[in-house]
């Protein structure tokens, strides 16, 4: 049984507890407000749950995540981004990207980005906690993501892509930046084949608790824009 969780009370349970079977599940109900979901991913818990479920509360074991030092660019990669026909931003269209998200997990048979879950983030995008970032290309939205930052790390939710790589382009540009920053880790939370093609690799809850402790605890990046180009993320002005 997992513990549920009372509205008027933010604290959760030791992620230790959670099951391994589902893998990660730790606790149930609450609410969506920004103060608990702050709360929870500073401990390493995110929710995901569908439409019609009570709030789900998770901390698997491993943890899918990339050192942003470790991106890896695929020759394929590398070739598309230095065409250099596309635009990337950060916080230019924050509802459209998770809107987005949420479109495209629905055409594949369901989606967790529930419209509360969509007004919650939205409610973190406007105290500065969660951002998105943004691929146009001829002036269209084609890709992007949006995640949350807090000291030096940044907390991936979800990506789309409209055209080919739109979202591989995203995130390529996100962790070169935030490398530059000097964030040291992306939750990338639940391997996948996509974010494994990118570097993402997984470890022990237990090693993931101990950094995200040591990162969240950092000065806050205040100022989101861009200042890398297509050389930036691919290399080319190291050669």
Not at 94 to 122: H, L
Not at 200 to 224: C, G, M, Y
């Amino acid at each position: 049984m997992i513990p549920w969780l009372a509205a008027n009370n933010t604290r959760f349970p030791p992620v230790e507890r959670a099951l391994d079977d589902p893998n990660g599940l730790l606790a149930a109900g609450g609410d969506l407000s920004p103060d608990r979901l702050v709360a929870a991913y500073r401990q390493g818990i995110f929710p995901w749950f569908n439409p019609g479920e009570p709030i789900l509360w998770w901390s698997p074991d491993p943890r899918c995540v990339l050192f942003p030092a470790d991106l890896y660019l695929s020759r394929s990669l590398r070739k598309r981004l230095r065409r250099r026909d596309y635009q990337v931003t950060f916080d230019q269209a924050f509802d459209e990207v998770i809107q987005a998200c949420a479109d495209i997990r629905s055409e594949k048979g369901g989606t967790w980005i529930s419209e509360p879950m969509q007004i919650a983030y939205n409610k973190l995008h406007g105290r500065g906690v969660a951002h998105s970032v943004e691929v146009w290309i001829d002036g269209e939205l084609a890709g992007g993501l949006y995640g949350l930052a807090m000291g030096r790390m940044f907390f991936g939710e979800s990506m789309f892509s409209r055209q080919r790589d739109a979202s591989k382009i995203a995130f390529s540009h996100l962790a070169v930046q935030l490398q530059r920053w000097g964030f040291n880790l992306i939750d990338c939370q639940v391997y996948n084949p996509h974010l494994a093609s990118l570097g993402a690799t997984v470890i022990p809850r237990k090693a993931f608790s101990r950094l995200l402790h040591e990162n969240t605890d950092q000065p806050e990046q205040t100022r989101w824009q861009f200042d890398i180009d297509a050389d930036a993320v691919t290399g080319d002005n190291n050669d």
